[in-house]
């Protein structure tokens, strides 16, 4: 699953679900885990996931699409208490800056 750019400059995004393939985007620097799911968990994330808007207002960025997930899942008790605290902190913040924070938990696109 990603946030997937439409349009940058009118800040338009759309969510992207595949199974079985990488559908990392060339222009992804990065990513952490913010929690390991049971079956049960993945299959409650992808139903909440779905049900949250992606941006489309020319306002909201995908950083902020990711939070208010975070937050529904979090809501659910989906991924644990304090995620999207987390996930807050890194808005705005360059991959190199989320990838200290994060520690080893990046996983950086080049050497994966």
């Keep these: 699953m990603q946030v997937q750019v439409i349009d940058l400059s009118k800040l338009i995004y759309q969510f992207d679900e595949r199974r079985g393939v990488d559908i990392r985007s060339k222009g992804s620097e990065g990513s952490f885990t913010v929690a390991s799911l049971?079956?049960?968990q993945m299959r409650q994330?992808?139903?909440i996931i779905r049900k949250e808007p992606e941006p489309?207002?020319?306002v909201e960025?995908?950083?902020?699409?990711v939070l208010r997930?975070?937050?529904s899942l979090e809501a659910e008790e989906?991924?644990?208490?304090g995620a999207s605290a987390e996930i807050e902190t890194l808005i705005g913040k360059t991959a190199a800056a989320v990838a200290h924070q994060v520690g080893g938990r990046w996983v950086d696109?080049?050497?994966d």
């Design 56 to 58: 489309r207002d020319g």
């Design 78 to 81: 989906v991924v644990p208490p």
């Design 61 to 65: 960025r995908c950083q902020d699409w």
């Design 109 to 111: 696109t080049a050497t």
């Design 45 to 47: 994330a992808v139903q």
């Design 38 to 40: 049971t079956h049960e």
């Design 69 to 71: 997930t975070v937050i």
